[in-house]
């Protein structure tokens, strides 16, 4: 399986400002996803990331608001900027296949715990 | 669009009982189907995965989930609940090269 690291574990932000999440694959992947998940509930889609191309955003997320980066395959950053405490989340980064993966699974970082404040 | 139920967001068993976490999902095709386990602070892992091949699937750490396309269930069973197996659970589904859909979680509980 892909392993992938997330930057950082944890930040706590203040209104207003911005913060780039960073997630690193250890292998060169085509498609690497964005999630967020809030207080006690599931995983939310927030876009797709190909390299070479602009990110495919899921209803609800704005790139104004979650600017993507993948500038290559093994790559990618998340921007939540102008955080309010409602961004107060795990956001996940993740990976579908890899060398060793396959028929579709995807494999997680271990998230960025964001609270804002 | 597929749906994913999780039935039970929170459960709670005896240590050395059985596990059993419910998962239906809804789709038009044959899907895929997953669980994963999120343990505190730390990201998704894997379990186990249906992708159309035998319908009862071993995973990790003991847990198996049989595929059952009359019922559209992808229930995740344990015989034996072990303290570590304290965790949040997340039955998901994807159609072949599409994205994936996450159930609201079941929160498991071991009692000692």
């Known amino acids: 399986s892909a392993v992938i690291s997330q930057k950082p574990s944890r930040d706590i932000c203040q209104r207003g400002t911005s913060l780039t999440i960073q997630c690193q694959v250890d292998?060169?992947?085509?498609?690497m996803f964005w999630y967020r998940q809030q207080p006690g509930q599931s995983l939310t889609l927030i876009a797709t990331?190909?390299?070479?191309?602009?990110?495919?955003?899921e209803s609800g997320f704005v790139i104004d608001k979650f600017p993507i980066s993948r500038p290559n395959l093994t790559f990618s950053t998340l921007t939540v900027s102008n955080m309010s405490p409602e961004d107060s989340s795990i956001y996940l980064c993740?990976?579908?296949?890899?060398?060793?993966?396959?028929?579709?699974?995807?494999?997680f970082g271990p998230g960025t715990r964001l609270t804002v404040t | 669009a597929q749906s994913v139920t999780q039935l039970g967001s929170h459960v709670s068993v005896s240590e050395g009982a059985l596990v059993l976490l419910r998962c239906n999902y809804s789709?038009?095709?044959?899907?895929?189907l997953f669980w994963y386990v999120q343990y505190p602070n730390q990201g998704l892992q894997l379990l186990l995965k249906?992708?159309?091949?035998?319908?009862l699937v071993k995973g990790i750490n003991g847990f198996e989930a049989e595929f059952k396309k009359s019922e559209t269930s992808f229930h995740l069973t344990k015989p034996s609940a072990h303290m570590s197996d304290a965790a949040e659970y997340f039955c998901?589904?994807?159609?072949?090269?599409?994205?994936?859909?996450f159930g609201t979680g079941t929160s498991l509980t071991v009692i000692p």
């Open positions: 993740s990976v579908e296949g890899g060398p060793s993966g396959s028929l579709g699974e995807q494999y």
């Open positions: 292998s060169q992947v085509t498609m």
């Open positions: 998901a589904v994807s159609e072949p090269g599409n994205q994936f859909y």
């Open positions: 789709s038009s095709v044959p899907p895929y």
């Open positions: 990331a190909n390299q070479g191309s602009e990110a495919t955003y």
């Open positions: 249906y992708t159309s091949a035998a319908t």
